[in-house]
């Protein structure tokens, strides 16, 4: 890339799939940042972060791991960014741009406004991008190209920043979006949040049948469970935060869902084909929109 | 294949996708049966599959269609199956094989065998195979390939004739398995059925959101949504016939599930954060327990 970087210094918070593959991007890519810091509070993380190699410096301590970087980026589980927060707080350079790259927004601006000092701008972000595996081995550079990147800046922050940010997801290939961060807890909550508390669900529910039945569900998995199985096989500590960050919109959406899931069972008791036909219509309509936009 | 056909006069009711495949698979693979007539009650479709060429006789009325044939196959849905069984019941023949295709088979034991004439053995099936297309032209010879047919026959059912319809399934590739009717029903209930009630449902959810938002969902359904709504995109009398078909299973199973999802949600809203762990962890489980089955 011909370009000045975006950033002289970039430190990534967490060195899982997110964050290592920021780094990756970083360094194949060009154009994003001339230094990269890699902090992971886990020593073994640090050790196969330092022999991966996918950064120029590898750092334990977040507060140390910040210093003098002019672009932080929290890639951690969003249940950790208070904790961060605090120990990072103290110690970001003025005119550093603080993002993230958590799955709920509404939580990140409660976490991490309260703190921020003056003049570090919080650009908050969601590439909406991920595998079922984690940890620093699972990143690539080519997680986040085609997918889309939900930037949820709160009003007044600086455009220069905000810029800065949707430069950095564009040249690691993401289409960059901009939403408030209810709407964006929202939309998450029934595209992704939703759908993976119904898929953990119902891999317990089958677990608990009797023993034969469940034998049976484990070897006639047909493409419907199968489905939700691979919703399912997904990292422990980043959805446990995920459901707690997104409280309101999840439960809003469960509960519309759960009513909803009772009509159509109430329309199965009684025989009410109309109804039933009318559900499973309107399935169909919304998985042609999802065709008509590519996304399916 | 050097072996005699299993069957001189092989009858599908119904020419969709499971009908339509069926013949292919006979006419490619041979040894399955010497003729085959395809029924449809609806002239489109007979026209199309004369058309296809799929089938050596092509007939709109069942009970004709039946006639002088050693096994009939009900491969319409399976709400269809009682007002096909008071057409076709006087016409069957001596020694013929009466078999089907539908997902729910408790139904089809309370459907079938009150008419079942002296003389005609009933072995009813189920082919875990299936695409999100129907129609004649949506089947293909090699759908049932390395997919189970599970037979649920009645005790006391003539083991030859039983037999032969396995026999017929591994000739389409499939694996044949048996199973009571009863436990047949729970099992694809919970991997199945309620797995399609549920994204049935969470479509119509989403399509009720407030206008911004389920455009926004439209956009930006990750993977979560995309797979539910694939399972959505199904045919809409089957499934309806499956839902009313294997209600009290389905009922059985959707409330099980209802109570395992409010008790994530009730964690969700107290922030019990171990609960929630607990349940994440379990679906990892069932997953890894389907990928060692090589079923994901």
């Given at each position: 890339?011909?370009?000045?970087?975006?950033?002289?210094?970039?430190?990534?918070?967490?060195?899982?799939?997110?964050?290592?593959?920021?780094?990756?991007?970083?360094?194949?890519?060009?154009?994003?940042?001339?230094?990269?810091?890699?902090?992971?509070?886990?020593?073994?993380?640090?050790?196969?972060?330092?022999?991966?190699?996918?950064?120029?410096?590898?750092?334990?301590?977040?507060?140390?791991?910040?210093?003098?970087?002019?672009?932080?980026?929290?890639?951690?589980?969003?249940?950790?960014?208070?904790?961060?927060?605090?120990?990072?707080?103290?110690?970001?350079?003025?005119?550093?741009?603080?993002?993230?790259?958590?799955?709920?927004?509404?939580?990140?601006?409660?976490?991490?406004?309260?703190?921020?000092?003056?003049?570090?701008?919080?650009?908050?972000?969601?590439?909406?991008?991920?595998?079922?595996?984690?940890?620093?081995?699972?990143?690539?550079?080519?997680?986040?190209?085609?997918?889309?990147?939900?930037?949820?800046?709160?009003?007044?922050?600086?455009?220069?920043?905000?810029?800065?940010?949707?430069?950095?997801?564009?040249?690691?290939?993401?289409?960059?979006?901009?939403?408030?961060?209810?709407?964006?807890?929202?939309?998450?909550a029934i595209v992704s949040h939703l759908p993976h508390l119904i898929a953990f669900t119902i891999c317990g529910t089958a677990d608990d049948l009797a023993e034969e039945t469940r034998e049976a569900v484990l070897k006639f998995a047909a493409s419907?469970?199968?489905?939700?199985?691979?919703?399912?096989?997904?990292?422990?500590?980043?959805?446990?935060?995920?459901?707690?960050?997104?409280?309101?919109?999840?439960?809003?959406?469960?509960?519309?869902?759960t009513e909803d899931a009772q009509a159509l069972a109430r329309a199965v008791r009684w025989g009410e084909a109309g109804f039933i036909e009318d559900r499973i219509r309107r399935g169909r309509r919304i998985r042609r929109g999802l065709i008509e936009?590519?996304?399916?």
């Open positions: 890339m011909a370009d000045a970087p975006l950033f002289e210094r970039l430190c990534l918070i967490g060195s899982g799939l997110i964050g290592g593959s920021i780094a990756r991007a970083a360094r194949e890519k060009g154009g994003i940042a001339r230094r990269v810091v890699a902090q992971s509070r886990r020593p073994e993380t640090l050790a196969r972060v330092r022999e991966l190699g996918f950064a120029d410096e590898v750092e334990a301590d977040p507060a140390r791991a910040v210093e003098g970087a002019d672009c932080v980026i929290l890639c951690v589980p969003v249940g950790a960014y208070a904790g961060v927060m605090e120990r990072i707080a103290p110690r970001l350079s003025p005119g550093c741009v603080l993002s993230d790259a958590g799955s709920t927004k509404g939580s990140v601006l409660r976490d991490l406004q309260p703190l921020l000092p003056e003049g570090v701008h919080l650009v908050p972000a969601h590439p909406m991008a991920g595998t079922e595996h984690s940890g620093p081995d699972a990143g690539f550079a080519t997680l986040f190209e085609g997918r889309y990147c939900i930037l949820t800046p709160p009003e007044g922050t600086d455009p220069a920043a905000v810029e800065r940010i949707a430069e950095l997801w564009r040249r690691c290939g993401s289409s960059v979006e901009f939403m408030d961060a209810a709407t964006h807890d929202k939309v998450v419907g469970f199968r489905d939700f199985t691979r919703i399912a096989a997904s990292d422990v500590d980043m959805w446990r935060d995920i459901f707690l960050n997104n409280r309101e919109a999840l439960l809003e959406m469960l509960a519309r869902f936009r590519k996304q399916a």
